[in-house]
């Protein structure tokens, strides 16, 4: 037996026996609604399956022992495998961790879509971004140290941030939203963000992103499927190299602006990803964060430009948000 698959039978056990003591059964089930997106032909309605757990209201002044518990319940979900989920007369099943996805016809809709997802005697509202014929690029961005402040160069720092704060306590750059909220153009252009947290964190960093004033946008979070036959598997540009490649085929019309930070290897990623999408990529906006002056990130930053990509790289936005205003 190979150490991968030896790792994640010990991982889904453990796993099992924190939520027999963490997490308070339910017979019942929900369908969690993910946001969303569209490619030329379809409508892409994604979501889960879970057992219903109990969800807390956080109170800003609430101490960080009772943040940890309200975040262990929402990485600690019950999922639920084989259900057959309907939209539409389009049918899937839900899989071993409770994830699905609909390709519906697209049709002439544009905007936000809210569709119907049935499943046995459960149902919910998934919305789906549909961008419309007047958007002039798309918008992809990171969101760890680029949106909002975690630590991610730094894992302890990062689970530790993640762990202890609350909807109401995170830090979101005011930059941030500003560049965001200049790019988008009003609703016109398409934005999606991108992290390697987990989709556990959906419905947490769809909260954060409203109060801060940021869009709503679908996210492309990660899947750390533990399980009898998977151990976390995939790397972090892995993810976003594939978010970003799924998202360009889906605007086939739309240059794309990607933003991110130095904490992470955001400049590879995105060079990595203009070789793939010549011509694509127009530009780049990247945060210092950790990582600020490696080798690894001029070396990005020089692919890139030599592709022909405009950068941005600074403390803040600041100076590409007023370059982009001009």
């Not at 939520?19 to 030329?40: D, F, K, M």
């Not at 319940?73 to 961790?97: C, H, I, K, N, Y």
């Not at 010549?278 to 964060?289: E, K, N, Y």
């Amino acid at each position: 037996m190979s150490l991968n698959l030896r790792l994640a039978r010990w991982a889904a056990k453990a796993e099992r026996g924190i939520e027999r003591v963490l997490i308070v059964p339910r017979s019942a089930q929900v369908i969690a609604p993910y946001l969303g997106y569209a490619t030329p032909d379809h409508l892409v309605v994604r979501g889960r399956v879970l057992a219903a757990q109990r969800v807390d209201k956080p109170h800003a002044e609430q101490g960080r022992m009772r943040n940890l518990q309200q975040m262990l319940r929402m990485f600690l979900t019950d999922e639920v495998a084989g259900v057959t989920v309907t939209a539409q007369g389009v049918t899937a099943l839900s899989d071993e961790e409770g994830y699905f996805t609909l390709h519906l016809p697209r049709g002439d809709q544009v905007g936000w879509v809210d569709i119907t997802v049935n499943a046995e005697e459960i149902s919910a509202i998934c919305p789906v971004r549909v961008a419309g014929p007047e958007a002039g690029y798309l918008i992809i961005s990171d969101i760890d140290d680029t949106i909002m402040l975690t630590g991610a160069w730094s894992l302890p720092r990062n689970i530790w941030t993640t762990l202890t704060g609350n909807a109401l306590t995170r830090q979101v750059f005011a930059d941030a939203v500003r560049l965001i909220e200049v790019l988008a153009e009003d609703g016109r252009n398409p934005v999606y963000f991108v992290s390697s947290s987990p989709w556990n964190l959906h419905d947490f960093l769809q909260a954060v992103f409203a109060r801060a004033g940021l869009p709503r946008a679908p996210m492309f979070l990660r899947d750390y499927g533990i399980s009898e036959t998977q151990f976390i598997t995939g790397t972090h540009g892995d993810h976003k190299g594939q978010a970003i490649d799924a998202l360009l085929a889906a605007h086939p019309d739309l240059p794309c602006i990607l933003i991110g930070d130095t904490g992470q290897h955001d400049s590879q990623v995105y060079a990595a990803a203009a070789e793939r999408h010549p011509g694509r990529i127009s530009r780049v906006i990247l945060r210092d964060a950790g990582g600020t002056g490696s080798e690894e990130v001029a070396d990005g930053i020089t692919l890139l430009r030599a592709a022909g990509v405009v950068v941005h790289q600074g403390a803040d936005f600041s100076g590409a948000t007023a370059a982009l205003s001009v």
